[in-house]
T-cell receptor, first 118, second 112 residues
Framework: AQSVTQLDSHVSVSEGTPVLLRCNYS??????LFWYVQHPNKGLQLLLK??????LVKGINGFEAEFKKSETSFHLTKPSAHMSDAAEYFC????????????????FGQGTILTVHP | DSGVTQTPKHLITATGQRVTLRCSPR?????VYWYQQSLDQGLQFLIQ???????AKGNILERFSAQQFPDLHSELNLSSLELGDSALYFC???????????FGPGTRLTVL
């Protein structure tokens, strides 16, 4: 069974400093992993996805994530936080069958609320 | 704007009632997914349809049902509503079963 654990429920940073949001996954097969962002009273927006190509994935708004199979981690980073990055971030794993083909069902982590101070 | 639309945006109703939430996927997307977001349970997958057929089920209650119509829009029906059904309900769509999912803005359901 697939699952994700987001290690921090809240992260607080100052504007201009690096952001690190941690995620560990558990998957029986090669997973597809995603990071989504949810701004207050808004829907979910895809930041980036990993689907077994390059292990370092670049996303929108300067975010990137590195897939580390040995550590079963998929941490999200950004070199310099902006006030507009304040939101809730979700690490997500897509379920796969024995052949490793994803069939679409997503399992979400509990979310990390990112606060950015001026 | 993801291209996925959901109506209504807000819904306030009473316990015991029945409501229908509607979702229109992005143009060309064949797969539709429904999720529930609540404070205590987080974001949970409910059900998936692909080109009109049910493909996967999550933690969906028997009081809830869904369908996908020939024009690919989908409806989620919630009946015998309870206070605990108050939540944000998201619809998402994808082009195939393996592509990333694009989420609608959600329908906020309040059961009084």
């Amino acid at each position: 069974a697939q699952s994700v654990t987001q290690l921090d429920s809240h992260v607080s940073v100052s504007e201009g400093t690096p952001v690190l949001l941690r995620c560990n996954y558990s998957s029986s097969y090669s997973p597809s992993l995603f990071w989504y962002v949810q701004h207050p009273n808004k829907g979910l927006q895809l930041l980036l996805k990993y689907t077994s190509a390059a292990t370092l994935v670049k996303g929108i708004n300067g975010f990137e994530a590195e897939f580390k199979k040995s550590e079963t981690s998929f941490h999200l980073t950004k070199p310099s936080a902006h006030m507009s990055d304040a939101a809730e971030y979700f690490c997500v794993v897509s379920h796969a069958n024995a052949g490793g083909t994803s069939y679409g069902k997503l399992t979400f982590g509990q979310g990390t609320i990112l606060t950015v101070h001026p | 704007d993801s291209g996925v639309t959901q109506t209504p945006k807000h819904l306030i109703t009473a316990t015991g009632q029945r409501v229908t939430l509607r979702c229109s996927p992005r143009s060309g997307d064949l797969s539709v997914y429904w999720y529930q977001q609540s404070l205590d349970q987080g974001l949970q997958f409910l059900i998936q349809y692909y080109n009109g057929e049910e493909r996967a089920k999550g933690n969906i209650l028997e009081r809830f049902s869904a369908q996908q119509f020939p024009d690919l829009h989908s409806e989620l029906n919630l009946s015998s509503l309870e206070l605990g059904d108050s939540a944000l309900y998201f619809c998402a769509s994808s082009a195939t079963l393996t592509n990333e999912q694009f989420f609608g803005p959600g329908t906020r359901l309040t059961v009084l």
